[in-house]
Nanobody, 124 residues
Framework: QVQLVESGGGLAQAGGSMRLSCVVSGGTFSSYFMGWFRQAPGKEREFVAGIRRNAVTTTYAHSAKGRFTISRDNAENTAYLQMNSLKPEDTAVYYC?????????????????WGQGTQVTVSS
């Protein structure tokens, strides 16, 4: 019943920007810890960024820190990932995920709900 739908992926040039959106329905968005993950071909899914339900506390992977910004709008049931200074190594399928609870975690297994992903391709 809980559904997450990502959008905003596509092609970008190295150094460019892109904003991903994740709309959540069927659940209480404001109670979820939200996260963004990515998975490149042949690689494991990795944590990119997370945000607590208060929309203040954020966590970033080292590769994302300083370039990416996670945010949320609880009134619109939407989480965002603003990506700046994109690099070819950012190319991956990006997934939005939600978990019930307040603890910050980078482990994919801890998340309860997942979107189907949106492709982000960064050319060199």
């Amino acid at each position: 019943q809980v559904q997450l739908v990502e959008s905003g992926g596509g092609l970008a040039q190295a150094g460019g920007s892109m904003r991903l959106s994740c709309v959540v329905s069927g659940g209480t968005f404001s109670s979820y810890f939200m996260g963004w993950f990515r998975q490149a071909p042949g690689k494991e899914r990795e944590f990119v960024a997370g945000i607590r339900r208060n929309a203040v506390t954020t966590t970033y992977a080292h590769s994302a820190k300083g370039r990416f910004t996670i945010s949320r709008d609880n009134a619109e049931n939407t989480a965002y990932l603003q990506m700046n200074s994109l690099k070819p190594e950012d190319t991956a399928v990006y997934y939005c995920a939600a978990r019930q609870g307040t603890i910050t975690t980078m482990e994919a297994a801890a998340y309860d709900y997942w979107g189907q992903g949106t492709q982000v391709t960064v050319s060199s």
